[in-house]
C-alpha cells in the first residue's frame, strides 16, 4: 500500500512540477509581447523624428465634461 502512495506523490509532484512550468512559460511570453509593443512604440516614435518631423509624439486630451 505505501508503494501505491508513493507512486501518487510522485504523480502529483510531476504535476506541479509541470504546471509551475507553464505558468513561467505563459509568463515570459506575455512579458516578450508587452516588450514588442513597447519597442515598436518607440520604434515608430524614433522613425518620426529621424524624418525630420517635430510633432512625433501623440497629444492627449482630458475627456470631455458634459
Do not use: W, Y
Not at 505558468?23 to 520604434?43: N, T
Not at 529621424?50 to 465634461?65: F, Q, T
Request: with cysteine.
Amino acid at each position: 500500500m505505501s508503494r501505491h502512495t508513493d507512486r501518487e506523490e510522485e504523480d502529483e509532484a510531476r504535476r506541479s512540477a509541470a504546471l509551475l512550468g507553464l505558468i513561467v512559460i505563459l509568463s515570459l511570453a506575455i512579458a516578450g509581447i508587452l516588450l514588442l509593443h513597447a519597442l515598436e512604440r518607440k520604434s515608430r516614435l524614433e522613425d518620426c523624428l529621424m524624418s525630420g518631423r517635430s510633432n512625433c509624439a501623440p497629444i492627449e486630451l482630458p475627456p470631455e465634461r458634459h
